[in-house]
């Protein structure tokens, strides 16, 4: 084996247990919601046998990775920048974008760009991802956001912060202007 694979190896091995212990999960933890053994997930940490592209899917559900997240570089090519024009944005429930602006290798923090629509939602349903400490930073406009059943209507620079675990759900409340939001979460649910 070259020392170029024995590097890239390492990498995946070592990213796999940083990211566990950054979701403060046990390697039992891990076994039990993929359903492999812990004696052969400590062997796949420790760079110790080769998982195949199924394994690595399945401890990458768990971990809320994308098995390209274990391939990338550590930072990107680019650097340690950003471009917001080079972002992509994800619709998602009602007139609603998320845009991510950490880099995937962030293991202990994430930050997503939220925009509404006016009347615009997180969905009808509240909902829950993870068990993160999250927080709400509304940048522009006016938006409601219930965690369970309590109703906060935030202006401009109010935050809230709660459990990514609580059902929650966020919605522009003026009808007719746009909203702008920012989550932090940490450790990253997405």
Not at 85 to 90: P, S, T
Not at 103 to 108: N, S
Not at 147 to 166: C, F, K, N, P, T
Request: include cysteine.
């Amino acid at each position: 084996m070259s020392n170029e694979q024995a590097d890239f190896r390492a990498g995946v091995g070592s990213r796999l247990r940083r990211r566990r212990r950054a979701l403060h999960l046990t390697l039992k933890d891990l076994a039990d919601q993929s359903g492999l053994t812990e004696g052969y997930l400590s062997q796949v940490e420790r760079d110790q046998v080769n998982a195949s592209v199924r394994t690595l899917q399945r401890v990458c559900d768990v971990l809320k990775l994308t098995v390209g997240d274990l391939f990338a570089q550590g930072g990107s090519a680019a650097g340690p920048v950003l471009r917001f024009r080079d972002a992509h944005g994800m619709s998602f429930g009602e007139g609603a974008t998320k845009i991510k602006l950490t880099p995937g290798a962030f293991d202990h923090l994430e930050v997503l760009l939220g925009h509404f629509t006016p009347g615009g939602s997180t969905g009808v349903e509240p909902y829950t991802h993870g068990s993160s400490e999250e927080l709400l930073l509304v940048l522009c406009g006016e938006v409601e956001v219930w965690v369970g059943e309590e109703r906060h209507r935030l202006s401009a620079l109010d935050s809230i912060h709660y459990l990514s675990s609580q059902p929650h759900r966020v919605v522009e409340s003026t009808g007719t202007e746009e909203a702008r939001v920012l989550w932090a979460m940490a450790p990253p649910t997405y």
